[in-house]
């Protein structure tokens, strides 16, 4: 089996609780230090196998770390650990996950070979809230109600409000109409891309 690592839990005697996201569900899975397995760490992709054993959770073995061309560039190894330990909460409690989730991942893999993490995140994050239904294109203010016609800003879940109402700083509307429509963060630059971003981690 195949699957990123989205949780890590430390427990007793150095022994882990590992989430997997695979293509079709959140696994949990109990890995024993001595065991001394590859090398396991947050976002990693590893092929495993798990051995079903009397306890309630089964065992984490044979696995071994499928690594990305860029694994060792810190930089973008930290973006994607911070962004894959959000799907943890947003998807530990469903029972079946869509293949979407492990695609958009795989893709995203590949996307950050050549482009700059937070972009390339930022527009995989905004193919998930249109994936999931909560891409909010009609630029209605979440505070106020009302239609937003220039200084737009986003909050938690990049639902659009307007800059006043949220006391926050403003875009200008078409450049996020352009986001909204074509997964594209081209037209900002990387101070307004870190912005996004920073919203972004506040939670899927
Ligand atoms: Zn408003």
């Known amino acids: 089996m195949q699957g990123y690592i989205i949780d ?15 293509e079709h569900e959140v696994m ?11 090398n396991i760490n947050l976002g990693y992709k590893i ?13 984490l073995k044979d696995v071994i770390q499928l690594g990305f061309p860029w694994i060792l560039d810190n930089e973008k190894m930290y973006c994607w650990q911070r962004y894959i330990k959000l799907f943890y909460p947003h998807l530990k409690d469903i029972e079946h996950i869509d293949a979407f989730y492990f695609y958009s991942f795989e893709n995203l893999v590949h996307i950050m070979i050549k482009q700059n993490a937070l972009r390339a995140i930022c527009e995989s994050y905004i193919s998930l809230i249109e994936y999931e239904g909560r891409l909010h294109n009609d630029f209605e203010c979440l505070l106020c109600e009302n ?3 220039q200084d737009i800003s986003l909050v938690r879940g990049f639902l659009p ?7 926050s700083r403003g875009f200008e509307l078409n450049k996020m109409k352009d986001l909204f429509e074509k997964k594209k963060v081209i037209s900002f630059n990387d101070e307004e891309v870190e912005y996004l971003w920073n919203i972004l981690l506040q939670g899927l």
């Open 8 to 22: 890590i839990k430390p427990v007793k005697d150095d022994d882990l609780i590992v989430s997997i996201l695979t």
């Open 28 to 38: 949990t899975t109990y890995r024993f230090y001595g065991a001394r397995h590859s």
């Open 47 to 59: 092929d495993f196998e798990l051995e079903i054993t009397k306890s309630s959770i089964p065992r």
């Open 147 to 149: 239609k937003i016609t």
């Open 161 to 167: 409000v307007h800059a006043n109402c949220a006391y």
